[in-house]
């Protein structure tokens, strides 16, 4: 049989709880999402921001920063990645447990940012570890962070627990770890991991 | 402790450390702190080895945040590289706007009006309160005292960056000086909000004060702890703060008096023992005479343009040549250097990083204490990443 | 306000009183308001620094700032040492030195046992310019990692092809690109159609 929302929401008035494995399971995962306690730049003392009186990101569930990566379900990277960095995030990356999401917070985390011409600085976290939500900005502000918050949960609950579209943990692959890129003599070797990102195709022809 | 000789300004060289494996005292236990590591303010990382608990040697790792600023700022204009200072030292974007512009102007030879002077010292001074308050925050945080100081310097520092952003339109990266003025003009109702949060600060600073300055544990964990000698500050060109905390008096908006500074009444406080407690105390002083001077330039600021209506901004191609400009921002003196070849991007663009410069004692103010001090006296030094590593 | 402080010329004369036939030579600087700068010799920099920062008259104890600069067109590398004096409040004197070429006379003497606030800067200077500082207690590279190979802030330098394609107005920019992507610096293909 059949139960639509309305009619749940309605049993709900009264008293009677119904949910499958899936909503609860889902409903714990995106409410306790506990960040790893980690900043790399501007966007980090935002992040910091984030979790003070004012703008208090403990309304959400996510208030408990850990200093651990064994503890920590939330990778926020906030702020530039830098080329002597990078084997160290993905590092992060791997030590944490699954189910784990990543942010990137910033323009830098996205794709290098204002910084993306350097020598040193990585053209965007993208081309090592997978990331959940991205949060444009500059850096973004503590709003813009408790949005991509709130949109990481809706990404959490719409995800079935079974089938094809179950998330990373579920499957039956060990994808829990990513290959951690070299100090090369002139760059990161791999400069990216191929499985996760390549470059996107031109869509216009650049002058000549 | 320090002698008279030049030598022992000097690092102190591996060889004076014992071997790592040892058998008859024991192995050193060498210690990666960061570059992950709450303590360290960002992606800093230091090499610490052990003897016990005891540091014997400490070795500062950087790079972990080097974005290449002084490479970026050489491949654009000169108007362009203002947004990239904000990101320098991004809790001091306002005082690094400052020193550029200063550089700027000294290389151009461009006037600033009147009013956009006193809109310098007062959101300089205005750096300088939420600089410090944060600082002590995240010094206490060091000490354990975790959450609480944090949080009231944040909720302060929010009503600072309430006043960037209705001025510049950005909380932290302002990008609001130009050569030869600022962007656009504060008004009267900001000027008036900015009274409000000065005359409010005191009140803060009396509270802050109360739970910290005589605090049992805050004076048992910071009194005595990474003493730096007058003498070593000087030569390793330490600035600012932790200079004055070593006793000597050089404090750069005195000596090079540069904008509307001579016009002033302010002291400048001074350290006895140069530890970290009279660090946090200089920071706390420091604030305290950071109210009278925004008062003052409250009250006195004219009428009158916020920018030279010659001023040239875009297209701007200065003359072959060469300055320095120099500004004493909150963690000491942040300078820019800047090499023209009459191009429109400088030849050469150099920032003087307080940060790390500051950093160059580290080493010997934690030799001998035990790491969990060395957390402390880090802190003490007030170092932000982007500045440190650029 | 700052002391006066002897002009640039007055110290030259005094070093070179000091340390005959070392050379040492002004270099002008157009720039409104700013002054000369010495440039120093590499084999008496050491010595001409201990004496600016010994005696009496300049006691310029604070090196404040340590910048690289690499000059492709002369064809050398330069360090410049801004001094200051924090005992009698004067300041900046300019100190420059240079090496013999960018290839292999790169070596310079370290100006950190006369000034401690050298250390960091010139091991700054070591890892984006190359410069050699001899006598430096602990030359390492500071910013970038030790197995890297090149000298990335030399106007010479090459970045490592991971360029990517963006939209930009930048000739520069594309023109890299063109580079890395070759198939994009062909002619425009017409708008696909599932794009519209």
């Known amino acids: ?50 979790s003070m009186a004012r703008f208090d990101i403990a309304r959400f569930g996510s208030e408990v920063f850990r200093p651990s990566p064994r503890q920590a379900d939330l990778l926020i990277v906030s702020g530039t990645v830098t080329k002597k960095m990078a084997p160290q995030v993905v590092r992060l990356w791997n030590q944490m447990p699954e189910p784990k999401y990543c942010i990137a917070m910033g323009a830098c985390a996205i794709s290098g940012g204002p910084f993306k011409q350097g020598y040193n600085v990585l053209k965007g976290i993208d081309r090592y570890i997978p990331v959940d939500v991205y949060i444009p900005g500059c850096p973004p502000r ?37 290959p951690v890129p070299e100090f090369g003599g002139h760059d990161l070797e791999p400069p990216k991991n191929p499985d996760l990102w390549q470059p996107p195709a031109p869509a216009r022809a650049p002058k000549p | 402790m320090i002698e008279a000789s030049t030598d022992a300004l000097l690092p102190s060289p591996g060889s004076r450390v014992r071997p790592v494996r040892d058998p008859f005292h024991g192995d050193l236990l060498e210690v990666s702190m960061g570059p992950h ?43 362009a590289s203002m947004p990239y200072t904000d990101r320098l030292d991004y809790l001091c974007s306002m005082t690094n706007n400052w020193a550029y512009a200063l550089a700027v102007e000294r290389l151009i030879g461009q006037p600033v009006p009147e009013r956009a002077e006193y809109v310098r010292v007062i959101l300089a001074e205005l750096t300088r309160l939420l600089n410090h308050t944060c600082l002590a925050g995240f010094l206490l945080q060091d000490c354990g005292a975790s959450g609480t100081p944090l949080m009231y310097a944040f909720r302060e520092r929010e009503k600072i960056l309430d006043l960037f952003e209705s001025l510049s339109g950005s909380r932290m990266m302002c990008n609001y000086q130009r050569f030869g003025g600022c962007r656009v003009d504060p008004g009267a109702h900001w000027l008036a909000a900015a009274s409000r949060v000065t005359e409010g600060y005191g009140r803060f600073l009396d509270e802050f004060e109360a739970l910290l300055t005589g605090n049992e544990i805050m004076m048992a964990r910071t009194q005595g702890v990474g003493p730096l000698s007058a003498k070593l500050a000087v030569a390793a060109g330490v600035t600012g703060p932790m200079l004055r905390a070593a006793g000597v008096a050089y404090d750069i908006r005195k000596v090079d008096g540069y904008g509307i500074y001579p016009r002033f009444n302010f002291r400048v406080p001074l350290g006895e ?68 070849d009459g191009t429109p991007n400088p030849y050469r663009y150099r920032v003087r990083p307080p940060s790390l410069i500051n950093l160059t004692i580290l080493e010997d103010l934690c030799l001998g204490r035990t790491i969990a001090d060395a957390v402390i006296i880090l802190g003490s030094v007030d170092i932000v990443l982007g500045e440190v590593d650029r | 306000m700052n002391p006066a402080m002897e002009t640039p010329e007055q110290i030259r004369d005094r070093l070179l009183a000091r340390f005959p036939g070392a050379e040492i030579s002004l270099v002008p600087n157009p720039a409104p308001g700013a002054q000369p700068s010495l440039c120093v010799g590499a084999a008496h920099l050491r010595e001409a620094a201990v004496f600016l920062r010994d005696d009496d008259a300049l006691r310029l104890d604070y090196c404040s700032n340590v910048t690289g600069i690499d000059w492709p067109k002369p064809g050398h590398l330069e360090v410049v040492y801004h001094l200051y004096s924090m005992a009698l409040r004067h300041g900046p004197l300019v100190l420059r030195a240079r090496t013999g070429n960018r290839a292999d006379l790169v070596s310079l003497p370290s100006l950190t046992p006369v000034w401690r606030s050298c250390e960091f800067q010139e091991r700054e200077v070591f890892d984006l310019y190359g410069v050699v500082f001899e006598g430096h207690p602990d030359l390492r590279r500071l910013l970038m990692w030790d197995e890297f190979k090149d000298f990335p802030m ?43």
């Open chain 1, 1 to 50: 049989m059949e139960i639509t929302p309305e009619q749940k929401d309605e049993l709900r008035r009264h008293g009677i709880l119904l949910t499958s494995l899936e909503e609860l399971y889902n409903w714990g995962r995106s409410h306790s999402v506990w960040p790893l306690q980690f900043g790399l730049a501007c966007c980090a003392i935002e992040m910091i921001a984030t």
């Open chain 2, 273 to 340: 023992h140069g530890d970290t407690y009279d660090r946090y105390m200089l920071r706390i002083l420091e604030m305290r005479e950071s109210i009278p001077i925004l008062r003052q330039a409250l009250a006195e600021i004219p009428a009158g343009p916020i920018m030279d209506p010659k001023a040239r901004l875009r297209g701007l191609r200065p003359k072959a040549g060469e300055s320095y400009g120099r500004i004493e921002g909150p963690k000491g003196e942040i300078g820019f250097y800047l090499v023209s």
């Open chain 3, 154 to 196: 030399r106007k010479d330098y090459v970045e490592p092809p991971d360029y990517e394609w963006e939209p930009t107005a930048h000739d520069a920019v594309a023109a890299k690109a063109a580079l890395q992507h070759p198939a994009a610096a062909a002619p425009s293909p017409a708008p696909s159609p599932e794009k519209t």
């Open chain 1, 142 to 178: 503590p709003e813009a962070l408790l949005n991509g918050l709130i949109t990481l949960q809706a990404k959490i609950s719409g995800q079935s627990i079974s089938g094809p579209d179950a998330p990373r943990h579920l499957g039956s692959a060990d994808s829990c770890e990513y």
């Open chain 2, 37 to 79: 590591h709450p303590s360290t303010h960002g992606v800093f990382r230091m090499v610490a080895t052990l003897d016990g608990e005891t540091i014997v040697r400490l070795k500062p790792v950087f790079g972990y945040l080097h974005r290449n600023h002084e490479k970026l700022g050489e491949s654009t204009t000169y108007l």
